[in-house]
């Protein structure tokens, strides 16, 4: 048994180009594709002996450590930030978590979050945790087993964990060459940033709406991995995201948040860097509190 499902791989014709093969982690019962690796590392933990689940995002990756959780039969506790929406809070609670606000930034709510750890809790990082990645990578091998080889993959990077799992799938397949096109958001790029300096930068900020990016430095593993692997980093504009968002809702039904249309705003580009593929995969990673009326008002927003 898993906690996460196995998506669907859509061959979409919404897209200009190449072939495209949606896969729909948008469709995971947490609202995202961390349920994967999440998933994964409540379950070990719990195999373990860990008797508490400890989390500190108030976004996607709280959701799905709440929904392990409650699966598993063990208690959550997620500390947030005071900036965390009232929906994330509901969310959170909807899936039987207990919410402490704490802080006025991730950071402030995670440095409570670890000082609060018992013997018996399992603290679960974002995206930083070798069990994440295990997890993720589970995607590729569903991919693989339908008989598509894709020749380029598209994905949304925040502290990396997405970008972790999928090489560590594309290699356990032999796709060693298989190019990766990693979007971030601008204000939301520290990934494009350390790659460009050599070195792993920290953003003073988070300056874009795609908060699920908004990871201030990217994980070592991650950052190492462009060293080995074909990885071309690329950034889009806030805007460009939440057009792809709603094109997308348009085209496929299924509302997705800013961090996600980071990767769906370069599969919808007519020229650039995905011209000459022939079957590129888009991982729709999806988000769990975009909502269709703050989508469009993003979208008002950012046209002025
Ligand atoms: C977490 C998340 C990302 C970024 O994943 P990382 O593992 O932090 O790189 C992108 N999109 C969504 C919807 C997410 O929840």
Redesign the pocket.
């Known amino acids: 048994m898993t906690l996460h499902i196995e998506t669907p791989l859509l061959a979409s014709a919404a897209f200009p180009g190449a072939r495209v093969w949606l896969k729909m982690e948008a469709l995971q019962p947490s609202g995202?594709f961390?349920l994967r690796g999440i998933g994964h590392a409540c379950e070990t933990r719990a195999a373990r002996g860990a008797r508490r689940i400890v989390a500190s995002s108030g976004?996607?990756?709280g959701l799905a450590a709440a929904h392990a959780g409650r699966r598993l039969g063990l208690p959550v506790l997620v500390v947030v930030p005071e900036t965390t929406s009232a929906r994330a809070r509901a969310l959170l609670a909807r899936e039987g978590a207990e919410v402490l606000v704490h802080g006025l930034s991730f950071q402030e709510a995670n440095v409570h979050a670890l000082s609060l750890l018992g013997e018996h809790d399992a603290f679960i990082h974002?995206?930083d945790d070798p069990l994440l990645w295990e997890g993720h990578a589970s995607m590729i091998d569903e991919v693989a087993r339908t008989g598509v080889r894709p020749d380029a993959v598209v994905l949304?990077?925040?502290?990396?964990?997405?970008?972790a799992g999928v090489v560590a799938g594309l290699r356990r397949q032999g796709w060693i060459d298989v190019p990766v096109f990693a979007v971030e958001t601008a204000g939301a790029d520290s990934y494009a940033q350390s790659l460009a300096a050599g070195e792993r930068i920290e953003l003073p900020a988070i300056a874009s709406i795609a908060t699920?990016?908004g990871?201030r430095k990217v994980s070592q593993h991650a950052f190492d991995l462009a060293r080995t692997h074909p990885i071309t980093p690329v950034v889009v504009s806030d805007h460009d995201a939440v057009e792809a968002c709603l094109r997308f809702m348009d085209d496929h039904r299924v509302v997705v948040?800013p961090?996600?249309g980071a990767a769906l705003a370069l599969a919808y580009r007519e020229e650039g860097p995905l011209a000459g593929f022939e079957n590129v995969l888009v991982i729709v990673?999806?988000?769990a509190t975009a909502t269709v009326a703050q989508l469009q008002a993003w979208d008002e927003q950012l046209r002025m």
């Open positions: 995202s961390k976004g996607n990756a974002p995206f949304a990077v925040g502290g990396g964990g997405l970008l699920s990016l990871a948040e961090a996600c990673c999806g988000g």
